[in-house]
């Protein structure tokens, strides 16, 4: 079964300094803390991602923060102009103090 | 920094002098790079996020509720089957080291203000996700240049299915 957190990055083909499409992927629930539970009547209580910072090489290159109202399994896509192959990472923080984190490998070519 | 607790007279001292010395000197030859990238921890907007009303949520995202039309665009579906997803596409025109930050507001969700994206070292100034809306609304993406300006950029959106109920 598909497991929250399990994520997904993926880097276009890359050229010194110019930019290239970066796409990524978390399945998380993204609950608004609002819904119901349809059987018990219950409060769903919130679990969302809030922030979502991305480092290449070590350094930061982007950073989000997140609302309730991004869609569940949140998708995002950014640029990166990398100047050397590296290695992009990506880390997504919630509000239930999970942090999950994916690479991927940049080459220049 | 080597802690010493037997030998704590001068000629330690001195040792750990010359230490600290060498890692200013070199920290100053930037042999140390600094760490721009801590400093890149931007505060979690939190009461901006819960803000109700597009003035209240845009004052509190970005100090300011106007915003100059221009240099801005939105893309987005104008019909959505379904308001839980809807694909959004911000960009701008103008160069991308000028570009500091993008904010997203959904004007008639309960909390408009949506999510913010700093474009630290991004090359390009465009960014793209999916949101929920409950309703037929306007969408508002603005950019907020490195000197402090607002541009927007407004679409309508028609929602067929709401994205927020159960």
Known sequence: MAKTGTARIRVGSAQKGQPTQVRSLILHPMETGLRKDPKTGEKIP???IQKVKADFNGERVFEADWSVAISKNPYMSY????QSSGTLKMTWEDNQGGTYTAEAEVKVG | MRVTNDNTGRRSFLKTLGATGAVVAAAGAGLMKPVKSLAANFQYPKKAFDA????????AAMGTSSATEG????KAPT??????VVPI???SDLDA??????HIFVAKNPAPYTARFHMVGTGRPEVSTRIKMGETSNIVAVAETTDGKFYKATKEVRVTIGGCGG
């Open chain 2, 79 to 84: 019909i959505a089957e379904n308001g839980a």
């Open chain 1, 46 to 48: 919130a679990h969302y």
């Open chain 2, 71 to 74: 240099n801005v665009s939105l």
């Open chain 2, 89 to 91: 596409t911000a960009s």
């Open chain 1, 79 to 82: 640029y990166l102009a990398p």
């Open chain 2, 52 to 59: 109700e009303g597009m003035d209240a949520a845009m004052q």
């Open chain 2, 97 to 102: 080291d000028k570009v500091a930050k993008f």
